[in-house]
C-alpha cells in the first residue's frame, strides 16, 4: 500500500483545502478548532486583516536578504515553527518531518513536549538548524527534570514554557469532531509525560487542581535553577504578566493566546502585542503568534515590536498535504511572499521594517500624516 | 408508549441543535423568538461576543471555588434559572424537573407567576435549595395576595417582580409560528392567575389598559405591604428606573429586556449594566439575564458589576432535550466552564472577579494599560 | 373572473412576503428598489436599527392616546401615507383603496400628482380625513397652475413639493425588472401631467435639462402666488437646504431620500434628521420619511425631532395584499405596534415622547448617564 | 464562424454578469483577481460605499457640463482609461477597441506598456483624442528609450510611469485560475518588452531583484532627460512618496494600489486621497483609480480632491461583453450617471464640485453642521 502522492498547491487557500480533504473530520477538528464560540481563532485573523501597510515606492531596492537574530542565534528569516502537540496524528512524518523542512530552510523550530515523535529524533532532523523545547510544566517534578535535561544534551538551545495551559480550554468543535488525546497517541518523550489536565472536577464543594496547574511565577526561578537553557515565557497577553516575566529572568515572551484554543474572548494576539512590548522594554525580545497567514503579516507584526512571529496551523496543513515536502514548500511560499511584501514596502532588511510600516504609526518624515 | 431517550449532548452548539430537533416548530417559536425584528435578541448575544478578557497567568490557583451568596443566601455557583413561563410546553417534566435539577446542583432557581407546575409543587422538588417566586402583578388584588401568601409559605425567599411587562411585546416569530397561550396551556398556579395582556385595544379614541398594565412604584410599597418577602425588580435597563428601586426598597433589581422579548431597539443587558450598577449604588445587589450562554459570559458580567446571572433559554433547551437530567447535565457543563474560566484568569473564588478582568477596565498594577 | 382573496398576515415579515408572492417580478422591483447599489436604501432601514431606546417601567400608564395634530389639524396617530405613484399598478383599488382605509384609521394620506386615480376620486374616497397634493413641479406651467386649483376645490390641505426629483435616479433593479413608466400607466390627473424626466440627454458637449427640473427656490415664492395652500417641500437631507425652506415660508419640510430611489450614497433619513429640525427651528414642523416600518421607529423619528413620520413602501405591500381591507388592517398592526412601544417606554401621550427616550438624549434626572 | 453577437446591458450588475459569462475561467481570474486575500480589492469598493454625500436641490440646473481639463486638455468627462494590460485577452479588439470607444467619447486613455497592440495602432484608434503611455521601467535602457520616443511620435502627450510594480504582486486567484503571462500573450509594442518580474528568487543568503525592480526616484531625472512628455506618476498611497514625485519634477500622481492586486493590506485608494492632496499642493494634478464604478464615485473622488479618475475594470467587463461598442456602451451609462449626480447634488460643472459635497467636509454657510 503506498500513500498517496503529495498533493501540489500554489497558494495558501489551495493548501488549506488540501489539507481539508486529506484529513479525518476528527483531525481536522483538532487541527482547525479552537475553545468555545472560537471568536478569539477569528479575532486573531481579523487583527491582521484589519492591519493596514504603508507601501513605500521606489526605494532601491536592488537586493533583500531576510535573516535576522533570534535570541543571538541566525536564522534564515524572522518566522518560526510554533509549537504544536501531536503532529503524527496529521502525518507520519510528523515533528521529524517538520524539523527536516525547517532545517533545510533555516528556520527555527520550536517543538513541543507532546511530540509524537522523541526530541532526540527531532533535534537529529534538525541538522545544524536553531530548536528550542516546549515545556508543558508536569505534575511529577523528576519527569520534568529529565525532560529539561535530555532537551540540553539533545541542543535545544531554549525552553519555551507554555504558561496559559494550566487545564484545557473548552474545545468544543475538537468534542464535538470526536478526538480525544488517550492513550492511541504516542507521546514520544515518554509515556511518564503527561498532557494538561482537563478542567477542574468537583471536589466537594470546590474544585481540586492538579499540581502543575496550580504553578505560581516561583516555576521560572525553579527552572532557571534546573536549566541553564534561557527561558521563553509563552501565553502572555497582558503587561501585568509581561512585567512578572520579566522579573523573573525571561528572556523573551511570545504574544500568543495558544491559537484560541484556551479562553474563548481574549484578545486577538496582535491587538494585545503593542501592550507587551511596550511591558518588557528592551531588553526582552517578543514573538507573536496567532493568526500569521501571510508574509505581510510577519511585517505588521514586526512593525509592531514583534521580533519574530509563530507559525501554526498552516504547517499542520502543509504536513498533513505532503509531509517534510509540503512543508518545505510552504516555508518558500512564505518567504516569497514576505519577500514581495518587503520590496512593496521599500524594506532591504529586516532591520529597516520599522514602525511607519502601519497607518498611524508615523512617518519618516512628518509624525501622524493627515487622516492617520 | 415510552418517551424518546433522551439526547447526550457534550457542548452548547450540540444542545441548541437537539432542542431544535426536539420541539415542535411552535413552541421552537415561542422558546427562541423575540419581538419585533429580534435587534435586541442578537444585542444580548452581541455585547458578550464583543467584550474582551483580560487573562492571567501562574497566579497559583491550586483549588478553586465557585460558591457565592446572592441576598445573603449561599449558592453553588453565581448564575440562577431566570424565570420563564410554561416549561411544561418544553417537556413533561416542566419547571419540577427544573427545580429538582438546580437543587441538585445547588443552585438557586426563580419560578414563574404562569408555570405550568404549582409552585407548591416546585418547592417541594427544590429542596433545601433557594427558591425565588417571579410575579406578574394580576388585575385582580385578591388573587395577587393569595400568590404572595402561598410563595412565602412555600418556602420562597424572595419576590422578583417583573415590571417590563405591563403588556406583552410584539413577537412576530411566535405569531408566525402560532404558538398561542391559551386555555391549553396549564397555569399551575390556578385558573384565575393571568398573563400580561396583549397589545392595548383601541376604545374609542384612546386606548385603555388592563388595570395591572398601569401600575406605577406604588406597587413596591404595596408589596412591602402584603409581604415581607426581599423585593427584586426585574426589568430595569435606566439609571432612572434603577434609583426608583431604590427609592421603593428593592433589595435587588435584575438588569433585564426579557431576553429581547418585549420592546425591540432596547439595549443588550450586558451595555445596560453598567449604568444600573452605578445607579443603584453597593447596597443593592444588580443580577443580569439576556444573552449568558458561557463560563465566560459570567465572568464578563460579574467583572461588570453584577452580582449573578439569569440563565434563560438554555435551561428549556437542556430541559428539552432530557428533562430534569438534562437540565442537571447543562448545569455541570456550565460550572465547568465557569471553573476552567476562572483557572485561566487567575481567580481562585469569586470575590477576585473584579474589573480588571475586562479589557478597558484598568489593571492591578496600573490605571489604563497601554492600548486599553 | 374573481380577484384572488386577500392573503392574511399576522406581522410585517408575513406582509412583506405576500406581498413580494402577488406582484410580478416587474412591479415588486418598481416598489423595492432603489437607485444605484441600493446603499441608501439599506442605510435608511439600518439607521433604525442602529437606534436605541431607553425603555421606562412603573409609569402608570392607565390610558394611551396616540393622535396628535400635524399643520394644526387632528389625526389618530403621528403617521402618513407617504405620497407614492402609481398605486393602480399594485392594486385594481389604487390611491382610492389607500385613501378610504387611512380615513377609515383617522390618518393623513398624501397622494402624488402621478396617482392613477384622480385627485378627486382620492378625496371623495378619503371623506373627512385630512389629505395633501404632491406635486411634481410641471415642465407647463398652465398644467400645474390647474393642478393646483383642483386640489384646493378637492379639499386638500397642503401642497407637499417634492424637490429631490429634477431627474429620475439611476434605478437599476427597476431597469433590470422591466419596470417602465410609460403611456400604458395611467395617470390619473390627466394626460398633460409629466412624470420626472430621465437622465439629462447630451446635446452637443453640454446637457440640457427640462425647464421644470431647472427649477429654483422661486418656485417656492410662485406656488404661494398661485395656491392659498400651506406649502410643505419634500426631499431635504441639508441645513443649507432646509435654511432655504424656512426663508421660502415653507410651514413643513419632510426630511426625505426618496425612499433612496434618487441618489445613492446621500445619507439615511434618520441620520439626516437633527441636522434639519436643528436648522429650522421651532416654526416649522419637520416629518421623516425613508425606513420606518415598525412602532418603534416612529417613537424614535418623534424623539429626534420629527412632528409626523410617513409610512411609504408598507402601504404598497398591504395594497398588494389586500387591496384597501389590507391597508387598513397593516393601519390597525403599527397603531397596535406604536401603543405597545408607547406603554413600553412609559409614554400616555404622543407630546410625552421626548428626546430622553433615546440612548444617548440625556434623561429625565440627569443629563448624559453613565455610558451614554 | 461569426462572433457572440454582444449582449446588451442596461446596468453595471448586468455588465460583470455579462462579463462573467462571457470570459474564460481563467481571463476571468485575471481581470477580477487582486493579490493575497484580496482586501485590498475590497477595501477599494467599500471606501466609496462609505462615502456619504450631500444632495441639494433646487439649485436651477438648466443645463450640465461634464467637461474638463486633465493635464490642460479638454475631456468630455472627468474619467479616463485606466492603463490596463493585455486587452486581447478580454477581446479582438483589444485596446483598439478600448481607443476606439474613448475617441469616440471624448475621454483620456491610458494604454499600458503591456497592451496586446501597438501603440502605434491604439494611437490611431484614438484618433484626436487624448492619450497618454503607460511605463513599465524596463530592464533594458535601450529598450525603454525606443518606448518613450515611439510614444512621443505617436502623438501620446504625457508618460504615466507606474511605481508600485517592481516585482508583481502575489495573485493568488490569477495563479489558481492558470492565467500565465507567458509567450502566447502577443506584446503589441514588441518582443524585448518585458513585464515585470515575478517575487524575488533567493540567490545564496539572499534575493536579487531584475535591474528595473531595483529603481530610485532617479529614475523620474532620467525620463526627464529621455523624454520630453510631462510624466505622471501611478501607484502613490503615502504622503512621503507624494512629495518626492514633487521633488522630482512629477506633473501629477495617481493614487492608487494598482486594483489592489500589488500589496494585500495597503489603503483603500479612496482612503489615501487626502493625505496625498495635502502632500502635493496646488501645483500638481492628483487623480485616483481604484474602485469607481458609479457616477457618483466620481464625485466623491473629485470632492476629496482628485482632478479626475480612472476606471479599470469596468471598461474590460464592457470590451469583453461587446467590443468598441460595448466600451461605447458603458461609457455613455457613466456619463449619464454622473450628470445625474451633478443635477442631483446641484452642480453645473466639473468646477462646482467642491469639498462641501461629502458630509463632514463643511458646508457652504456653516462650517461643520450638526451632527457632521
Known amino acids: 500500500m503506498t500513500p498517496e502522492p503529495p498533493e501540489e498547491f500554489r497558494t495558501l487557500q489551495e493548501l488549506e483545502g488540501a489539507a481539508a480533504r486529506r484529513l479525518s473530520e476528527e483531525v481536522w477538528a483538532y487541527v482547525q478548532g479552537g475553545a468555545g464560540e472560537e471568536r478569539t481563532v477569528r479575532a486573531n485573523l ?12 521606489l526605494r532601491g531596492v536592488a537586493e533583500l536578504d531576510l535573516r535576522c537574530r533570534i535570541l543571538g542565534r ?15 496524528k496529521v502525518h507520519p512524518d510528523g515533528e521529524v518531518g517538520v524539523a527536516r523542512a525547517a532545517a533545510a530552510a533555516g528556520l527555527l523550530g520550536v517543538y513541543s513536549t507532546l511530540s509524537t515523535r522523541s526530541m532526540e529524533e527531532i533535534a537529529e532532523a534538525s541538522g545544524a538548524a536553531p ?13 520534568e527534570r529529565r525532560l529539561l535535561e535530555r532537551a540540553e544534551r539533545a541542543g535545544y538551545t531554549a525552553l519555551v514554557l507554555t504558561v496559559d495551559t494550566p487545564v484545557l480550554g473548552v474545545r468544543d468543535r475538537q468534542a464535538r469532531g470526536g478526538f480525544a488525546i488517550d492513550a492511541s497517541v504516542p507521546v514520544g518523550n515518554g509515556p511518564d509525560v ?15 487542581l492538579r499540581s502543575d496547574a496550580a504553578a505560581t511565577w516561583e516555576l521560572l526561578d525553579e527552572l532557571h535553577r534546573v536549566s541553564r537553557l534561557p527561558l521563553v515565557v509563552k501565553g502572555i497577553l497582558t503587561a501585568d504578566d509581561a512585567h512578572r516575566c520579566v522579573d523573573h529572568g525571561a528572556s523573551a515572551v511570545v504574544v500568543s493566546n495558544h ?38 503579516d510577519i511585517l505588521v507584526a514586526l512593525a509592531r515590536g514583534a521580533k519574530a512571529v509563530g507559525i501554526g496551523r498552516p504547517v499542520l496543513w502543509a504536513l498533513a498535504v505532503g509531509g517534510a515536502s509540503g512543508v518545505g514548500r510552504y516555508f518558500s511560499l512564505l518567504k516569497a511572499e514576505l519577500a514581495t511584501a518587503m520590496v512593496l514596502t521599500g524594506r532591504r532588511t529586516i532591520a529597516e ?11 519618516e518624515e512628518r509624525r501622524r500624516p493627515g487622516g492617520a
Open 46 to 57: 481579523e487583527a491582521f486583516a484589519r492591519a493596514t501597510v504603508r507601501p513605500r515606492v
Open 74 to 88: 541566525p536564522v534564515a528569516a524572522p518566522f518560526f515553527v510554533a509549537p504544536m502537540a501531536y503532529q503524527g
Open 131 to 143: 530548536r528550542w523545547f516546549q515545556l508543558y510544566h508536569q505534575p511529577d517534578v523528576e519527569v
Open 194 to 208: 503527561l498532557p494538561p489536565s482537563r478542567a477542574p472536577t468537583p471536589e466537594g464543594e470546590t474544585y481540586a
Open 259 to 296: 491559537g484560541g484554543r484556551q479562553l474563548d474572548g481574549v484578545p486577538a494576539a496582535l491587538d494585545a502585542l503593542a501592550e507587551v512590548v511596550a511591558a518588557v522594554g528592551p531588553g526582552v525580545e517578543v514573538y507573536l503568534d496567532g493568526g500569521v497567514r501571510r508574509g505581510v
Open 353 to 363: 521594517v520599522d514602525r511607519t510600516l502601519t497607518v498611524g504609526w508615523g512617518s
